[in-house]
């Protein structure tokens, strides 16, 4: 009666009654006719053997529909964005080949003496034991005693800023500040707090630029930019060559020469980026260089963002002079001004994410605050990361011991070279020093300069990056990163060295 009834309505009128009766008994009829050709029927079996039969089903023939839908699912591969195709296809620089293969086989003196020792990563492994200390020591009362108060688990589980703690804030500021020998305050408010560096420069560029626009960047420089900056954000990066000639400084010409053919390209520069101290050079920038870049800037209408995440590991006799100092000593436009810093290398703690984009741009800041909730540090860090940053005493004393280790490595590393026939560039900071190794280049140019790496990683089992890798426009340049050594490493990384070098020898 439930599909008799709504057909009658349907044919209202003389002889609905018999075309409601009679259609739905025809619909039945091609409804069993079509199940009897579409479905095999099952073989009679008494209820005591239902148990016995369940694995039977698992064989009941799929209908022909269905193996039709599959079939036509499967010839059409479901889509990805435009986006995704293009970073999956991109090509890695020898840089990140070189830290995947030594992820994939890393040296240990004991357990794989022959695997890969690494030299390529940035990484401070000097100093952990004094940072290792402090946490075994202070890590309960940090996060739950009497240096955060009465604090609970639900003042740790719960959500916070996406752009920092103001206490973090402040203690970042002070650090900042004390890192920098207190040559500069800073001001808390002006502080984003995200999960690393490279969100830091990220969110930063994303302020800055639109897809298309260009920064110039002195190389060689950090190979990471080119994934940290231009994978999302579609800002390109312009390289103003330096050469071994000047040490690797930057020259104002070469940077107005570059600015000058990315115009007539039709190329809109929107900021100059560097690092202080360089990356991978190390050198430090100075100040009449400082005060130029801010004179070129504002000619150019154009941001400056320093990258100054190495300001604490300093092991040499120049001075450092961070951006900020200029600003708060001269009468520059500050709005234009932005300061990449972070805990990774000067604290050593880089899996601890820890970043900052300091800025004078209140537009800045306020857009950067928001694109933090893309990359927000975990609540229990910034809670022991206040209590740290806040011990002025413990700080004082790591950064004196760690300048002490780095400048030891750093002299013990670059003489092991030495012995090699290998020079430096002079370094003063950073994890690292620039090796010339263009004697040995069977053919001078990036392809040389490639086979040897090649040679270097998989034959002597070391990695260290190629210049080309760091856009440097003279092959033959690698840079070593000496603090993930140990004294005892060092003997061993030169015998590997030498084991190469040799038979690279141009004639």
Not at 254 to 271: D, N, S, T, W
Not at 444 to 464: D, Q, R, S
Request: with cysteine; glycine share 8%.
């Amino acid at each position: 009666m439930r599909i008799i009834v709504p057909l009658q309505g349907i044919v209202q009128g003389r002889g609905g009654l018999i075309l409601g009766s009679l259609i739905p008994c025809a619909l039945l009829y091609f409804l069993q006719f079509y199940l009897k050709r579409n479905r095999s029927s099952p073989p009679p079996h008494s209820p005591s053997e239902s148990s016995a039969n369940l694995p039977e089903l698992a064989e009941i023939p799929r209908s022909t529909s269905r193996s039709t839908l599959s079939t036509r699912g499967s010839l059409r591969p479901v889509p990805v964005s435009s986006r995704a195709i293009a970073i999956s296809k991109s090509r890695d620089s020898a840089y990140y080949t070189g830290l995947k293969k030594s992820l994939e086989d890393p040296y240990h003196p004991t357990y794989n003496p022959d695997g890969i020792i690494q030299l390529g990563l940035a990484e401070n492994q000097l100093s952990l034991d004094i940072i290792g200390d402090w946490i075994t020591a202070n890590l309960q009362k940090s996060l739950l005693g009497e240096m955060r108060g009465d604090l609970n688990i639900r003042g740790l589980a719960t959500y916070e800023p996406f752009d920092g703690l103001w206490d973090l804030k402040v203690a970042m500021a002070g650090f900042m500040s004390q890192i920098m020998g207190g040559s500069v305050s800073f001001n808390p408010a002006q502080i984003i707090l995200t999960a690393g560096a490279t969100p830091a420069v990220e969110a930063l560029s994303f302020c800055l630029a639109d897809p298309g626009n260009a920064f110039l960047v002195p190389s060689p420089y950090y190979p990471g930019f080119d994934r940290d900056i231009k994978l999302r954000t579609g800002v390109e990066l312009i390289p103003v060559q330096c050469r071994s000639s000047n040490k690797f400084n930057l020259s104002i010409a070469a940077l107005e020469r570059e600015y000058k053919q990315a115009k007539k390209r039709g190329i809109k520069v929107r900021a100059v980026l560097f690092t202080n101290p360089s990356n991978p050079v190390g050198g430090l920038m100075h100040r009449e260089t400082l005060y130029d870049l801010l004179n070129f800037v504002t000619e150019k209408n154009l941001h400056l963002i320093s990258d100054e995440v190495y300001a604490g590991s300093i092991y040499g006799t120049e001075e450092f002079v961070s951006i900020a100092e200029l600003l708060d000593t001269e009468d520059f436009d500050k709005n234009r001004v932005h300061i990449i810093y972070g805990l990774s290398k000067d604290l050593s703690l880089p899996g601890f994410r820890v970043g900052v984009i300091y800025s004078y741009n209140e537009n800045v800041i306020a857009a950067a605050s928001k694109l933090a909730r893309f990359c927000a540090i975990s609540l229990p860090t910034q809670c022991l990361l206040v209590s740290m940053l806040s011990d002025t005493k413990f700080i004082e004393e790591y950064i004196k011991a760690n300048r002490e280790r780095l400048g030891k490595m750093y002299a013990l590393f670059t003489e092991g070279l030495k012995q090699l026939d290998i020079e430096c560039c002079k370094s003063s900071g950073g994890f690292y020093c620039w090796a010339d190794m263009s004697k040995f280049l069977q053919s001078y140019g990036v392809k040389g300069e490639l086979e040897l790496w090649e040679n270097i990683l998989n034959v002597a089992k070391v990695n260290i990056t190629p210049g080309s890798s760091c856009h440097c426009i003279e092959p033959g340049w690698f840079r070593c990163c000496f603090t993930t050594l140990t004294e005892s490493d060092i003997p061993l990384v030169m015998k590997r060295f030498s084991k190469v070098l040799k038979g690279h020898k141009a004639s």
